[in-house]
């Protein structure tokens, strides 16, 4: 499997930057995982739209979800100019119903639900759905292709409960919104990049992807904070652009 990050930063992106989305590429097809605003225009550096296979989006805050619009004409186009046939699938939570019903576009896009006990088997591997602590309906995805397995944490506050899903994982992307200075009190929907990687150690993950990252917190202090989690093992702060070989 390779995983290319096409975007990480939220709420809003920084300039150039872009909030978050995901290729992950396998011998037999490519997907996307979230869409948010960006993540289109970096999406065309790298495949075609009539290559990819599906979109599998974790909920529909606009910062994962806001290029879908935008994804939805460049399908309707490639439909037009005969460079992709049938309707373009689209994986995604039932609920909030009005954001859902958005993801289906004449016959151009059709949003099939999940839920946490769906199993998909798209492009050569199998998607699991773990339901995160966060406001609106969120899944994390569990990614395999039989050999190894990336978990994708999508958003959550620190109730989710990773140890059974996420145990052992060959690579844990999650999200690291804030650093501990800035974490707020009371009910939270979003981790401390010490946070992440506590729980990082916690659940034995091979390697660490910090993603999730404030455009207005220096890069340096999720460094220093991620190191303070003491994780033993691979961590790093993801970029645009970055590839990861699992």
């Not at 990819?52 to 994804?71: G, N, Q, W």
């Not at 990252?213 to 970029?239: F, N, T, V």
Request: proline share 5%; aromatic share 8%; net charge negative.
């Amino acid at each position: 499997m390779r995983l290319t990050v096409l975007g990480f930063e939220s709420p809003a992106p920084g300039p150039g930057g872009a909030t978050p989305g995901y290729l992950l590429e396998t011998a037999a097809g490519k997907l996307l995982i979230d869409c948010g605003s960006g993540v289109y225009a970096q999406l065309m550096k790298h495949i075609r739209i009539e290559e990819l296979s599906a979109v599998v989006l974790s909920h529909y805050h606009h910062d994962h979800i806001c290029d879908m619009p935008i994804l939805q004409y460049g399908v309707m186009m490639a439909s037009i100019f005969g460079k992709r046939n049938g309707t373009f699938p689209v994986y995604g939570p039932a609920e909030p119903q009005d954001w859902a019903h958005k993801m289906t576009y004449h016959q151009y896009t059709v949003l099939h639900t999940v839920m946490e006990n769906s199993v998909l088997h798209l492009a050569g591997v199998e998607i699991s759905f773990l339901r995160t602590d966060h406001p609106i309906m969120c899944y994390a995805m569990k990614i395999t292709d039989g050999r190894k397995t990336i978990v994708y944490g999508a958003d959550t506050g620190p109730g989710t409960n990773w140890d059974i899903f996420a145990v052992d994982c060959d690579l844990f992307i999650c999200e690291s919104t804030f650093t501990t200075e800035y974490v707020p009190r009371g009910k939270r929907a979003h981790l401390s990049a010490r946070e992440a990687a506590q729980m990082a150690e916690r659940i034995r993950a091979k390697q660490l992807l910090l993603t999730h990252l404030s455009p207005d917190i220096p890069r340096k202090k999720y460094e220093d904070d991620a190191a303070a989690g003491r994780y033993s093992g691979c961590w790093q702060l993801a970029e645009i652009g970055q590839v990861i070989e699992i």
